[in-house]
């Protein structure tokens, strides 16, 4: 074997400067598409537990069909077929922004928040169903006392699978450079082609996906546990 590493090239120059703008790319698509997930994953998760039959119905659908069907698949529906299932204005208007980024977003959105939405039921599910009672007995109405009493309580029970997700999240965002965004993988990508040094660029990448979760997973349970002792003391 005579291939010579370099890593200098990898990490310096205008290659290096391509993976620090990959990096902020895969930091910028994951930190947007957690928070729509979380917020669509809650909707969804109350839903399931309405007890009005249509909201039921539908919430079931979503969760069983987004959380069955392969990701990639659905990153292809969202940036070849979204105009068939967006209004036109508002095609109109991601077409004028970032299509790209913005299609990597909805369908990590949609996929992540199906599974979010068993998490957060799960936890719903592990308080005790008289606090509902009491709380809807105080006066407050039923999406009140999800607000106030519950969801406060099931979120800090699931934190865990929450990481979990929001870290698989993380690592998904990869695919999205099948649609041309230029993130972290897509620019690994790009210094190999050029390069001809792909153990280099791919391990780089590697490290840094790596590290971007061990650091997310530290600073959640680090806030977690200092969050539990102050509920403790």
């Known amino acids: 074997m005579n291939y010579q590493f370099n890593w200098e090239l990898v990490l310096s120059g ?12 895969t930091l910028k698509i994951s930190a947007v598409s957690i928070v729509f997930t979380m917020l669509l994953g809650t909707i969804v998760a109350v839903m399931r537990m309405s007890k009005v039959k249509p909201l ?14 392969p990701l990639l698949v659905q990153i292809f529906f969202w940036y070849f077929g979204s105009y068939s299932v967006l209004p036109e204005a508002v095609n109109e208007w991601l077409y004028e922004q970032d299509f790209e980024f913005a ?5 990590l959105t949609v996929y992540t928040s199906a599974f979010i939405a068993e998490e957060i039921r799960a936890g719903i599910f592990s308080i005790p169903k008289n606090q509902l009672e009491a709380s809807r007995a105080t006066g407050l109405s039923f999406l009140q006392s999800y607000r106030f009493v519950i969801l406060p309580q099931a979120f800090r ?3 865990p699978p929450l990481i979990s997700q929001s870290l698989n999240l993380i690592k998904n965002s990869s695919l999205v450079m099948t649609i041309g965004v230029m993130e972290l993988t ?10 001809f040094h792909g153990f280099e660029a791919f391990t780089v990448a590697t490290l840094i996906y790596l590290m971007i979760s061990l650091v997310t997973s530290f600073c959640i349970n680090m ?3 200092h969050f539990l002792l102050q509920i403790k003391y």
């Open 14 to 25: 205008k290659y290096g400067d391509w993976i620090i703008d990959g990096l902020i790319l």
């Open 56 to 69: 039921e119905w539908l919430s079931f659908a979503y969760v069983e069909f987004f959380r069955n069907t």
């Open 223 to 225: 806030y977690n546990k």
């Open 157 to 159: 029970i699931i934190i």
């Open 186 to 195: 897509y620019m690994a990508r790009q210094i190999e082609s050029y390069t």
């Open 103 to 107: 299609a990597g977003v909805i369908s």
